[in-house]
Structure formats: C-alpha cells, structure tokens
T-cell receptor, first 111, second 115 residues
Framework: DAKTTQPNSMESNEEEPVHLPCNHSTISGTDYIHWYRQLPSQGPEYVIHGLTSNVNNRMASLAIAEDRKSSTLILHRATLRDAAVYYCILRLFQGAQKLVFGQGTRLTINP | DVKVTQSSRYLVKRTGEKVFLECVQDMDHENMFWYRQDPGLGLRLIYFSYDVKMKEKGDIPEGYSVSREKKERFSLILESASTNQTSMYLC??????????????FGPGTRLTVL
C-alpha cells in the first residue's frame, strides 16, 4: 500500500479556513485519495475522495496537485465541531476493500 | 440514518477469557470489517468479510477469529484474551458496488480492557 505523510497536528481558529496537507509521492495511477476524520470518542467517518480533479462536497473540498504527489483537504469555515483527527488514505478504487490508516493530523480549533 | 452498532462501548475481561465483540449494521452491506486502534499505531485491520460465511485475514489476525452467520452481523472472537489485546475495537461496513466508491461506515467502537 502506498504511504501518505501528514503533519501530526495543526491548529486553527473558528470560522477561518483550514488547509490540511498530505504528501503521497509514491501514489500510483490507480490510487484514489480518500479522507476520513475521527471525532473524539467516535469511529472514523468519510469526508471526501478524488482521483485527479479537485472535488467539493458539503463537508469539504479536496485539492489534488497536478502530479498527484500531494493533496490538500480544505475546510472552508472551521467550526469547533471540526476538531478531529484527519486521515489521508490511498486505495485502489476497485482493489482491496481495506483502508490503511496512517497517524493522521490532529486538528484543534480555537474559539 | 445508516447505522453500525457495537454491542458494548466498554468491556473489561480477564486474561484467558473468551471474548465476543458483536457488530450489527442495518444497511444491507456485503462487506464488514474489524479494526483495532492503538495510540501511535493508528487503525489496523484484523479481519474482514465480503459475504456471509466468508472471511479474509487482515494485517493482524493472530489471536482473533471471526464469525459471519448473517449478513448484518459480524462477530470478533478473542479465543483466550491477553493483556496485549487491550485496545479500541472498531467495526465498519461497506457495499461493494462496481464502479462506484463505497465508503466505509464505522461503529462507535468498543474499548476492551484485559486484566
């Protein structure tokens, strides 16, 4: 499984945008980039995924570098409820079903 | 609202006991997974199942077994619990639809302590 590298922790202020980076220099052409997050005392939840193009949904945006070696999860207006550990995961789209979680980034939101 | 439920949030067992962790999903998903989560090691896959009575080993299956007799239920069994199996256990499910991304839905987790 290709590896991802994320900062251990980040801090931001409420109602400001947050950019969470992820490096995946060994990504292959068939790897999709997935983001999950884990709120305190809960199981992980899906946030967003993409292959090459930037993606938007109601939770966040995913910006993917042209060479696909890095990506950024964007929370447009962080709230206190966005404080969580965010995981960037690579996975073959139709390959093995398992998710390989790294250490993730612990995001703290200041009021 | 889609749901994955786990039988207990907290469980305390003694070394050598047989432990059953139960997971039930109400989304008619074919795939079900068991992970454990430990500080500094992240989530690691123990076993998964892609159909009733089918199972596949994950990355750390030693000391565990699983059972899937019904589609909605996936059980994780610790045959003889040991202290190094003290951990947070997370169950997840997904639907393997060809050509469509199938996100995994996670339960709230069971924090197991083995004394």
């Amino acid at each position: 499984d290709a590896k991802t590298t994320q900062p251990n922790s980040m801090e931001s202020n409420e109602e400001e945008p947050v950019h969470l980076p992820c490096n995946h220099s060994t990504i292959s052409g068939t790897d999709y980039i997935h983001w999950y997050r884990q709120l305190p005392s809960q199981g992980p939840e899906y946030v967003i995924h993409g292959l090459t193009s930037n993606v938007n949904n109601r939770m966040a945006s995913l910006a993917i570098a042209e060479d696909r070696k890095s990506s950024t999860l964007i929370l447009h207006r962080a709230t206190l409820r966005d404080a969580a550990v965010y995981y960037c995961i690579l996975r073959l789209f139709q390959g093995a079903q398992k998710l390989v979680f790294g250490q993730g980034t612990r995001l703290t939101i200041n009021p | 609202d889609v749901k994955v439920t786990q039988s207990s949030r907290y469980l305390v067992k003694r070394t050598g006991e047989k432990v059953f962790l139960e997971c039930v999903q109400d989304m008619d998903h074919e795939n079900m997974f068991w992970y454990r989560q430990d500080p500094g090691l992240g989530l690691r896959l123990i076993y998964f199942s892609y159909d009733v009575k089918m199972k596949e080993k994950g990355d750390i299956p030693e000391g565990y077994s699983v059972s899937r007799e019904k589609k909605e239920r996936f059980s994780l069994i610790l045959e003889s619990a040991s202290t190094n199996q003290t951990s947070m256990y997370l169950c997840a499910s997904s639907r393997p639809v060809a050509g469509v991304y199938n996100e995994q839905f996670f339960g709230p987790g069971t924090r197991l302590t083995v004394l």
